[in-house]
């Protein structure tokens, strides 16, 4: 059950008219239920391997805590963990991969070793639910939360419908007291949270949607591809790939907002990045914060010598790349990134010493002409390492990079080429200006019952929510129904 799907326009109502209508503490008995269905319209018999790391994460918190003066018993508590639910990750997402690469070594040698492929599906969401039960076992083992003695509560925090497939990752910190809180039916939250979830689904429908069918015209067919038409798909795709997430993100969000539940923002506008550091300070902020606080920092973060410090920063990149999928251009598009932050690092380091002996003058951060600058040369560097996550296999990667660097011919056929003529020019500029303008309204919060404006305001937002889901419900009915979400295969 997609959230673009008619099967969840339906099912998302009843659930929020139960949700309201029953007492306070039948609630989560329902919602629980609910996601539980939510989950299982994908699979019937996932719902078993969900149930499995929800029953031994819950175990372990609390023999953590029962065994809080026992430090080995707390440890061995914590490998076990670690060791069941990574392992169940590994063996569902990475064990045909980690085969494969083993055989494809061994080739190296001549050694003719046939390729290995063992038929499993993969479970959606698998990546965040793991992560998400592995924050809350490593934040008891911590002592920083105390341990949920409430099992329906805690299986609830993992599997709660809205942020289940594909996140924001939430900490049980956040997410638990919110699930527990007692809380009266809130029309501003119900307006809010709508308000949210339609952009969301504009950014989906609408413009994710739009330009997939002109990336998937290049990329599934570079023989025909040149230069400019590779440019101008990974630019697509820079669109797409950012629409599709965050409009799952803003759907969710939104879904839990109309139920008075606040889940944690995963984006902040990206592509207004000045630096690499500074866009994963806004790109799927709840993972990079996960790899911050349970990877980053315990490896040594930057209190170390600058060598130990970049060796942690690929680190954290490597295996970010393989969170997001089993295949080496995954593994290239992290290390990219990775390579990135060092670079940044060590160019900061070396301006600020030339500075320091008075060889240069740096220009001001705030000079609009040198935000500009910066925020071009970073988008360039993002849409450069979009290529490896595209890309389907690091032969099309270095494909697309010869077409960039050596192949300019047939430019007058380019964009018949792939598929784009006047009119889907005008209709992926026009999506993205109604998607700026949709997301000023989204940021806009009124000053208060004696803003003058707020009742314009409130009329404008309406109006384009309005357009919005017209748009949204036109562009679904002529693709002929929904479209899976990019971040679902993760």
């Given at each position: 059950m997609s959230f673009n799907s008619l099967t969840f326009l339906i099912f998302l109502p009843v659930v929020l008219l139960l949700y309201w209508l029953l007492p306070?503490?039948?609630?989560?008995?329902?919602?629980?239920i609910a996601s539980y269905l939510f989950y299982m319209s994908w699979n019937v018999w996932l719902i078993f391997l969900i149930v499995f790391t929800t029953a031994v994460s819950y175990l372990s918190g609390i023999l953590m805590e029962k065994y809080a003066g026992r430090t080995g018993i707390k440890r061995l508590l914590l490998v076990l963990t670690l060791v069941c639910c990574l392992g169940t990750l590994f063996f569902f997402k990475y064990f045909n991969f980690a085969v494969n690469l083993v055989i494809d070594f061994i080739n190296l040698f001549h050694a003719g070793a046939p390729q290995f492929a063992f038929s499993l599906l993969l479970p959606v969401g698998i990546s965040f639910y793991t992560f998400q039960t592995l924050s809350y076992v490593?934040?008891?083992?911590?002592?920083?939360?105390?341990?949920?003695?409430?099992?329906?509560?805690?299986?609830?925090?993992?599997?709660?419908f809205p942020q289940l497939v594909a996140g924001p990752i939430e900490r049980p910190e956040n997410l638990l007291p919110q699930l527990k809180a007692e809380r009266r039916f809130s029309q501003d939250d119900l307006f809010a949270g709508l308000r949210i979830a339609v952009v969301g689904f504009f950014k989906k429908v609408v413009v994710a949607d739009g330009v997939a069918s002109y990336v998937n015209a290049v990329y599934n067919n570079l023989g025909s591809a040149n230069g400019f038409t590779a440019v101008l798909a990974t630019v697509f795709f820079a669109i797409q790939i950012y629409c599709d997430f965050s409009g799952y993100t803003d759907i969710a969000i939104g879904t839990a907002r109309m139920m008075g539940i606040r889940l944690k923002d995963n984006f902040n506008r990206p592509y207004l990045a000045v630096s690499i550091k500074d866009f994963w300070r806004r790109w799927h902020i709840s993972l990079t914060s996960w790899f911050t606080d349970y990877v980053y920092i315990p490896l040594g973060g930057n209190r170390c010598r600058l060598w130990r410090w970049a060796l942690n920063v690929m680190i954290v990149f490597l295996l970010s790349g393989l969170w997001h999928g089993a295949a080496l251009?995954?593994?290239?598009?992290?290390?990219?990134?990775?390579?990135?932050?060092i670079i940044g690092r060590l160019k900061g380091i070396a301006l600020g010493k030339l500075e320091e002996r008075g060889k240069i003058r740096l220009p001001k951060d705030d000079n609009p002409a040198v935000v500009f600058l910066k925020?071009?040369?970073?988008?360039?560097?993002?849409?450069?390492?979009?290529?490896?996550?595209?890309?389907?296999?690091?032969?099309?990667?270095?494909?697309?990079?010869?077409?960039?660097f050596t192949d300019w011919s047939g430019m007058d056929g380019a964009l018949a080429a792939m598929g784009i003529d006047v009119l889907g020019v005008v209709r992926v500029a026009l999506s993205c200006f109604i998607l700026?303008?949709?997301?000023?309204?989204?940021?806009?919060?009124?000053?208060?019952?004696?803003?003058?404006?707020?009742?314009?305001?409130?009329?404008?937002t309406y109006f384009y929510l309005i357009a919005a889901v017209a748009l949204a419900w036109a562009a679904l009915a002529a693709a002929g129904g929904e479209s899976a979400f990019i971040y679902f295969q993760f």
């Open positions: 306070a503490k039948f609630r989560w008995i329902m919602l629980l490593i934040d008891v083992y911590r002592g920083k939360i105390k341990a949920e003695r409430h099992v329906g509560y805690y299986a609830l925090f993992v599997v709660y251009t995954f593994v290239v598009w992290g290390g990219i990134h990775g390579l990135y932050q925020r071009t040369i970073t988008f360039a560097l993002v849409c450069f390492a979009w290529i490896f996550f595209r890309g389907n296999s690091l032969a099309d990667c270095g494909t697309v990079l010869a077409k960039i700026a303008l949709l997301n000023g309204i989204l940021r806009y919060e009124p000053k208060g019952e004696g803003d003058p404006s707020a009742y314009v305001r409130r009329k404008v």
